[in-house]
């Protein structure tokens, strides 16, 4: 009867122990790392000129144009390792960082290039260095083209604070608290 009611009362005692979740300190927000708030697909043409070259083994070659149609992508992205988060009782302060812009270009799935007419005699044929320079080029251009569009930045910052501030107050919902979220720029 001594040994039931012990086991009774254990059983009772470790029943309303209920397992406490941690509170949602700052180092958890930014443990994921990196936030990508918008991936866009794009599909365009790149051009280049060819020059003839110089000496004799050019003599016969003539100047070409070329131009490539390509598919890519972009990714705007936040890193949360660099937010600057802090938290003050129930508010949490956080530094948004300056965007990172991906841009990834399908080269492997690239149409053949557009090529003016070669000379006659002596060929001037693009090569794939060539192609690869052209490409890299337009992924400098996409990437300037990206970092300037000033409309663009501010809806992909807009969507950083939305999201941050949704998984916050979700985290807050499983708390039973009510988180602030304040973005100091």
């Known amino acids: ?9 254990a059983v009772l005692i470790f029943s309303g122990c209920a397992r406490v979740q941690p509170d949602l ?8 790392g990196s936030l990508t708030v918008m991936k866009m697909g794009f599909h365009t043409v790149a051009s280049c000129d060819k020059n003839r070259g110089d000496g004799l083994s050019s003599l016969f070659k003539k100047a070409r144009k070329y131009w490539q149609e390509y ?3 972009v990714e705007v992205s936040y890193s949360l390792k660099e937010s600057g988060v802090s938290r003050t009782g ?7 960082p300056d965007p990172e812009i991906a841009v990834h270009i399908d080269t492997k799935n690239a149409k053949d290039p557009y090529v003016t007419e ?3 005699l002596v060929k001037n044929p693009i090569t794939p260095e060539e192609q690869e320079e052209l490409f890299k080029k337009a992924k400098l251009e996409m990437l300037d083209s990206i970092q300037n569009d000033q409309d663009l930045i501010k809806r992909a910052k807009q969507r950083y604070k939305e999201l941050l501030s949704s998984y916050i107050a979700s985290i807050g919902r499983q708390h039973d608290r009510e988180y602030k979220v304040v973005f100091v720029e």
């Open 1 to 9: 009867m001594k040994k039931s009611k012990i086991v009774l009362l």
């Open 25 to 32: 300190e700052p180092a958890a927000v930014c443990s994921a």
């Open 71 to 73: 598919d890519g992508t």
């Open 90 to 96: 129930e508010t949490f302060n956080i530094t948004v």
């Open 118 to 120: 070669d000379a006659w």
